[in-house]
């Protein structure tokens, strides 16, 4: 099947939209064109080497057919790239209880006291007295979004 004033078959013009679609996937992960991508490819490559897919009957079983295994190999294909760990989430709640380490010296009156929890800095307070740089404290509670500490000692 040839378009009448374009010069390219419709073979050709599937796998260039699949191809575009996979571009799309590339730079926009999650939008999900794999499946008909790699349908629209398949089905041009099917008719550039002769198989009639614009039949009704053919065209249908096969379409329908090559869809159903895109989709398959797709979701496999994805489950087995996606790493199986869970996302990493902190809240402040979760802090209670954990060691940092003084960055921005700490006092009871002002938020301006920074700690290092992990890799993750968090402004912070103290309970009582400062606490200056380098000094090793432990999380009692959270307010907001600061924590407040205590000097270990």
Same mark, same amino acid.
């Given at each position: ?10 073979? *050709?013009?599937? @796998? ?12 926009? !992960? ?5 499946? !008909? ?5 398949? +089905?041009?490559? +099917? ?8 039949? #009704? *009957?053919?065209?249908? @079983? @096969?379409?329908? /057919? $090559?869809?159903?295994? %895109?989709?398959?190999? $797709? ?6 790239? $996606? !790493?199986?760990? =869970? #996302?990493? /989430?902190? =809240?402040?709640? =979760? ?15 002002? +938020? =301006?006291?920074?700690? +290092? ?6 402004? %912070? ?6 606490? #200056? ?5 432990? @999380? ?14």
């Amino acid at each position: 099947m040839v378009l009448p004033d374009v010069g390219i078959s419709f073979g *050709w013009l599937l @796998i260039i939209g699949g191809a575009l679609l996979l571009l799309v996937e590339v730079y926009s !992960p999650g939008f999900f064109v794999t499946v !008909p991508a790699t349908v629209m490819i398949i +089905l041009g490559v +099917l008719q550039l080497v002769g198989v009639d897919i614009s039949n #009704p *009957w053919m065209g249908g @079983i @096969i379409g329908i /057919t $090559t869809a159903i295994l %895109a989709a398959v190999a $797709t979701v496999y294909l994805y489950g087995r790239i $996606t !790493p199986n760990e =869970s #996302p990493t /989430t902190i =809240s402040r709640d =979760s802090l209670v209880g954990k060691e940092g380490i003084v960055k921005v010296a700490v006092n009871a009156t002002t +938020l =301006s006291g920074k700690v +290092l929890i992990g890799t993750t800095e968090w402004s %912070a307070r103290s309970t009582g007295l400062a606490i #200056p740089e380098e000094r090793k404290v432990k @999380i009692v509670d959270s307010e907001g979004v600061h924590i407040i500490v205590e000097e270990v000692k």
